[in-house]
């Protein structure tokens, strides 16, 4: 297989996994209850990890770790002992995180539609990882993990709970 047809199978096998995922995520966003929104355990809230999810992708899908403004799309900077339930919380409704959602994943299929075979075996500067694919290997572990939590979420609150898809 030459690497033009690699990459676009590569492309596209990324693009329909991340596009199904996010699929999942808009689900659990629609099926909790606004009275759950901004509920949770300890220091987990069912909006701050629905934002979180769609927050890392922003951050991985950069090439600089350094450049992420973490909390700036929705209007918030984290800092050392910030009130969580009174300072975050309220600014994560769920048109911002749905919005936020759309635009994210446009911009991924943008950007994975781009990528060439080459691209996804160089680094950048998330050292960590080997590769640009690595990174996007890893983000799509990330988001579906959380998307788990959440749905067991919505499961143990008595929500519609998200279909696989």
């Known amino acids: 297989m030459n690497s033009e047809l690699s990459s676009k199978l590569i492309s596209k096998s990324l693009t329909g996994q991340f596009f199904r995922s996010w699929k ?4 659990a966003i629609a099926s909790v209850t606004d009275e759950k929104w901004h509920s949770g355990v ?12 769609i927050e890392t992708a922003q951050f991985y899908m950069g090439n600089d770790p350094d450049e992420m403004k973490w909390g700036g799309k ?16 309220p600014m994560l409704t769920k048109d911002l995180v749905k919005s936020y959602l759309s635009e994210t994943s446009e911009k991924l299929t943008s950007l994975l539609s781009s990528m060439t ?7 950048d ?20 993990h959380h998307i788990g939590e959440l749905s067991r979420t919505l499961r143990d609150w008595d929500c519609e ?4 898809c």
């Open 125 to 144: 500067r998330f050292h960590w990882f080997g590769s640009i694919f690595e990174k996007l290997v890893y983000l799509l572990r990330h988001s579906m």
């Open 24 to 27: 999942m995520l808009e689900a």
């Open 117 to 123: 075979y080459q691209d996804l075996q160089q680094t």
């Open 74 to 89: 929705a209007g918030f900077h984290w800092e050392e002992g910030i009130d969580v339930k009174k300072k975050i919380l």
């Open 161 to 164: 709970p998200v279909k696989w």
């Open 42 to 53: 300890g220091k987990w809230f069912f909006s701050l990890t629905a934002y979180h999810v």
